[in-house]
């Protein structure tokens, strides 16, 4: 199957895209390399969109000057959230897996979570566009595609470890991925907040 039809199977039919990608033989370190790549690819992106999308608000931009968040917005930063934000994803289903009887390979589980991230990498790109006609086109186009990732990425768990309900994956997994999102990016902010700027955040 050529590339394009790849995508649009994606963004149509997530639930086929185990099938699709069944012949396709990735290995373990293959796989990490990819969460790098996408992790230091979209980081790059969401950085520039959000400083392009900050810098077009007189507000915003006096307020990023002067909080000490700031450093959030940096690339380095954002990769390294990046990379937590796949692991968590990765770490979740495998939890979740444990109550499945269907056993899956963490190879291919990882090449079709990945190219679900590649396809929402696409998504975003296209994003771009929408900043220079209206900011709020980019933050509806920008809630479109986290609703794709998640019931794509809840259709293609639910395929490989036969659950019955895409919703309740897609449900519990949401719940899981933000509770843990939630703790790890406060402590993370905290951590840089005491190492780069002296002081701690008050939560």
Same mark, same amino acid.
Not at 119 to 142: E, G, H, M, N
Not at 190 to 198: A, E, K, P, T, Y
């Given at each position: ?81 990046? =990379?937590?934000? %796949? $692991?968590?994803? *990765?770490? /979740?289903? &495998?939890?979740?897996?444990? !109550?499945?009887?269907?056993? +899956? @390979? ?49 259709? =293609?768990?639910? %395929? $490989?470890?036969? *659950?019955? /309900?895409? &919703?309740?994956?897609?449900? !519990?997994?949401?719940?899981? +991925? @933000? ?25």
């Amino acid at each position: 199957m050529k590339l394009k039809q790849l995508l649009t199977t994606s963004l149509r039919r997530p639930a086929e895209l185990p099938d699709i990608l069944s012949p396709v033989k990735l290995k373990l370190n293959t796989v990490f390399e990819g969460a790098i790549f996408i992790a230091a690819t979209t980081s790059l992106l969401n950085s520039s969109l959000d400083r392009l999308i900050f810098k077009s608000s007189e507000n915003a931009s006096k307020l990023l000057e002067n909080n000490s968040l700031s450093f959030i917005f940096d690339p380095l930063s954002m990769f390294a959230f990046e =990379v937590i934000f %796949i $692991l968590t994803i *990765f770490f /979740s289903i &495998l939890f979740f897996s444990n !109550f499945s009887s269907q056993k +899956v @390979s963490i190879e291919e589980l990882g090449k079709n979570v990945l190219f679900l991230f590649l396809v929402a990498y696409i998504f975003k790109f296209t994003q771009v566009f929408f900043i220079f006609i209206s900011i709020d086109l980019y933050y509806i186009f920008r809630f479109v595609e986290m609703l794709w990732f998640i019931w794509a990425l809840s259709s =293609v768990v639910s %395929i $490989l470890y036969k *659950f019955r /309900s895409v &919703l309740l994956t897609a449900f !519990f997994g949401t719940i899981t +991925v @933000s509770l843990l999102m939630g703790f790890i990016f406060v402590t993370f902010v905290s951590l840089m907040q005491f190492l780069f700027v002296g002081n701690t955040l008050n939560v």
